[in-house]
């Protein structure tokens, strides 16, 4: 989040400027910072202020908009599931946000109003980037599931690259599914599809990680 230096945010005016810029999408304008400013009623500077640039006011959007991903961050564990129950409830439900229809019909219209030559990268940097803002939280989130799973004794992860293995988890179900939906590649994925996924990105990684102990 962008501020003056020394002024603290306000946030009632950041929410106000994210509104207005999602209305302006939302009716299919062209969403400029000027645009923008004038529907929210502020200056210009205002709007850089608390958004450095077009591209982070566009990621602010599509967060406000998702809210199935903020949701996620209060997901808490169920101790009594074993590590694949726990893994896969949290896979289903990260996979399924990146996929829901608020994210993906907005995505569709910011990438719309990009120049042709220039969307698959637009793409890749609108995914990558609202990817980013969440990813150490949802990472931490997954990585203590591995951590419960190896303390109770149905996992073998060493200390040192957990945190690897969870970035693993969340990049198999963030995947490529993402943006080859943004492109038209691949079509969307029904729930069952969604689910299957992520059960075989789970039992890949317990493949190499699992003990003895079952994890089912």
């Known amino acids: 989040m962008s501020a003056a230096r020394g002024r603290p945010v306000d946030m009632g005016k950041h929410l106000e400027i994210i509104d207005a810029a999602l209305k302006i999408l939302e009716s299919e304008d062209t969403l400029t910072i000027e645009r923008v400013a004038r529907e929210a009623g502020v200056s210009r500077n205002t709007v850089y202020n608390h958004f450095g640039d077009l591209a982070e006011l566009e990621i602010a959007v599509l967060l406000k908009k998702n809210v199935e991903i903020m949701r996620v961050f209060d997901v808490s564990i169920n101790k009594n599931q074993t590590s694949r129950q726990a893994l896969i409830g949290a896979g289903c439900i990260i996979a399924n946000a990146l996929t829901d229809d608020a994210f993906v019909n907005l995505a569709y219209i910011l990438i719309a109003k990009k120049p042709k030559k220039k969307r698959g990268r637009e793409i890749r940097s609108i995914v990558d980037t609202f990817y980013s ?52 590649a691949i079509p969307r994925p029904s729930q069952d599809v969604q689910y299957q996924r992520v059960v075989n990105s789970v039992d890949l990684i317990l493949n190499v990680y699992r003990t003895d102990v079952c994890v089912d």
């Open 133 to 184: 803002k969440y990813k150490s939280i949802l990472q931490e989130k997954v990585k203590d599931i591995l951590e419960l799973g190896v303390q109770r004794g149905e996992l073998r992860i060493n200390s040192s690259n957990i945190n690897e293995v969870a970035e693993q988890l969340l990049a198999m179900w963030q995947g490529f599914q993402v943006i080859g939906l943004l492109i038209g």
